[in-house]
């Protein structure tokens, strides 16, 4: 009787599909550490897209330089169980970097020679970018001077002007990053001074591209949705620039915000579109909102969001469903403390929480995050871990 043999050509598919079903059924860091197991199980990762992905935000906490012993590790924290993680080996000076900004688990750093790079945490993924020097129609010069700023020698060339000035305490004010996880597009902003800088993937762009808002007043905070960007500016202003045309930002304003004895310093974008400012009190636990009237265009008071929640470091709001808190904060490290070397033992009224913005309570806190490690760590942020196709 002839024996029947397996069809080689076929075989390949057959436990691709078998390794599928597998890394389906495994938790988000399971399943990237089993995608590693060889070039099968990570060619059959990519078409595993749908069902890894964490829908509840995570806790990064990132290195602090004056600490030899941390090994340049972070520390990822999902909240909901508890349950830790250590990344190590990311080949990257993470103690002398800063993060900026995130998207998904792309992180926006700078690292102490004055380079942005798009680092993903978990795929161990580089992506260099533009230095700061190498601005369209400025000719600058940096030289690292500690965590807090860079020295700099500037040669500037726009519009006929010619001008010379050094800065002792050069820092990004604030930064917003966009990646797309299937495509492998990106945008990044960042704001310093007076200056506004965007890169984005594509095209034989090497440089930082700069714009102005029609009124020069700075910036406190930004945010990125759906290719706009929202401004808050000192004066309580908000600027939005629309760059979904491709080319220049195309500007337009909302109605000024409204004043009150609070510190104004966020922004953020809601599901549905609507922009949220947010200001605080820093000597207590004390937040207001404030939303556009869609009827009379004024601002007003708000001590609600729904059935949404609100992750201040990303500037937007997520639906209150798998683990997310409604009509809640997440808040991390306070953004006055985070690039002046403060550790996270220190005594910020928010510092890692989860704050209720209907009873003006903490209804969660993530005190042991730091306690028994006190100086490990200096900055920490929420963020979505994700996984896409490239």
Known sequence: KQKKTCNDAKQPILVLDLVRLVLERLSFVDFHRARCVSSVWYSASKSC???????????????????????????????RDHSSYTIRDLGFDMVRSRCLASSGSWFLMLDHKTDFHLLNLFTRERIPLPSLESIDGLQMKFVRTGDCGFEMSMYYKAHGLISYGKNSDLRISDAVLWV??????????????????????????????????????????????????????????????????????????????????????????????????????????????????????EWRLIKSIGDEALILDLGITVAAKDGVMRNCIYFSHHELLRYKGVSLCNDDKYGICIYHIKTKKKVQEFEHLTTSSPILFKDARWFFPTFGGN
């Open 49 to 79: 897209i749908g069902g890894t992905n964490p829908t509840a935000p995570w806790i990064i906490l990132f290195p602090n330089e004056h600490v030899k012993t941390n090994n340049d590790s972070c520390k990822s924290i999902d909240p």
């Open 180 to 297: 797309d996880e299937k495509n492998g597009d990106y945008f990044v902003v960042w704001f310093h001074h007076s200056t506004f800088a965007y890169h984005k993937k594509g095209g034989d762009n090497n440089s930082w591209k700069v714009f102005q808002p029609s009124k020069h007043q700075g910036c406190i905070n930004m945010v990125f949705k759906e290719g706009k960007l929202y401004v808050l500016n000192p004066a309580r202003n908000i600027s939005v620039f629309d760059f979904s045309g491709g080319h220049s930002p195309v500007e337009y304003a909302t109605p000024p915000s409204p004043n009150d004895d609070y510190y104004v310093r966020n922004l953020a974008v809601t599901l549905s579109g609507e922009v949220l400012i947010i200001s605080s009190n820093p000597k207590k636990c004390f937040v207001k909102l404030y939303k556009i009237d869609p009827k009379s265009s």
